[in-house]
T-cell receptor
Framework: GENVEQHPSTLSVQEGDSAVIKCTYS??????FPWYKQELGKRPQLIID?????GEKKDQRIAVTLNKTAKHFSLHITETQPEDSAVYFC???????????FGAGTRLFVKA | NAGVMQNPRHLVRRRGQEARLRCSPM?????VYWYRQLPEEGLKFMVY????????ESGMPKERFSAEFPKEGPSILRIQQVVRGDSAAYFC?????????????FGSGTRLTVV
């Protein structure tokens, strides 16, 4: 089955710097890659996603890139702010599949 | 639209008791997914249900755990004879159609503590 690995597990950056979180997946049939943000004690919330027919997608300060050949995708956050501090999860799913497989999460700290 | 509603938000059970977690999907949604999040860990798929049918329960432990989504009413995740290792946050998500190729809207979760 699909397996998603996520690095780093913890990331600390200075406010205003960029943060990059990387994920790899195992099933080459995976075609949908969402990213979720989870603040302490709250539900995971979808922040951005990318499909396999697209190499990059941007939404204001966040962007995702996808390399299908290498089977890895990344989340980029620019001009980080303290409110970006949270746990971020990458995920992958296959066409027609019934479940989304999540990475283990990256705890991002943005220091003011 | 009230979103995905889960209750209770917090549930405390003694070892050996039963826990019932409820999930009401978004209006018009007939597909429900349950995920478990152990402390400091990621989300693990448990089960996917449509109304009156279990479609994929490959992530659910074979014993003590069961799930249903009746024609009327919320989806129920039931854990019998709870043990300390069942302590976790349980999240559900819903969708209007089947398949996992879209982003989930999660409920607020039920935080189960087994004492």
């Amino acid at each position: 089955g699909e397996n998603v690995e996520q690095h780093p597990s913890t990331l600390s950056v200075q406010e205003g710097d960029s943060a990059v979180i990387k994920c790899t997946y195992s099933d080459s049939a995976s075609n949908y890659f969402p990213w979720y943000k989870q603040e302490l004690g709250k539900r995971p919330q979808l922040i951005i996603d990318i499909r396999s027919n697209v190499g990059e997608k941007k939404d204001q300060r966040i962007a995702v890139t996808l390399n299908k050949t290498a089977k890895h995708f990344s989340l980029h956050i620019t001009e980080t702010q303290p409110e970006d501090s949270a746990v971020y999860f990458c995920a992958a799913s296959i066409p027609g599949g019934f479940k989304t497989i999540f990475g283990a999460g990256t705890r991002l700290f943005v220091k003011a | 639209n009230a979103g995905v509603m889960q209750n209770p938000r917090h549930l405390v059970r003694r070892r050996g008791q039963e826990a019932r977690l409820r999930c009401s999907p978004m209006k018009g949604h007939s597909h429900v997914y349950w995920y478990r999040q152990l402390p400091e860990e990621g989300l693990k798929f448990m089960v996917y249900l449509q109304k009156e049918n279990i479609i994929d329960e490959s992530g659910m432990p074979k014993e003590r755990f069961s799930a249903e989504f009746p024609k009327e009413g919320p989806s129920i995740l039931r854990i019998q004879q709870v043990v300390r290792g069942d302590s976790a946050a349980y999240f559900c998500a819903s969708s209007p159609t089947g398949g996992a190729n879209y982003g989930y809207t999660f409920g607020s979760g039920t935080r189960l503590t087994v004492v």
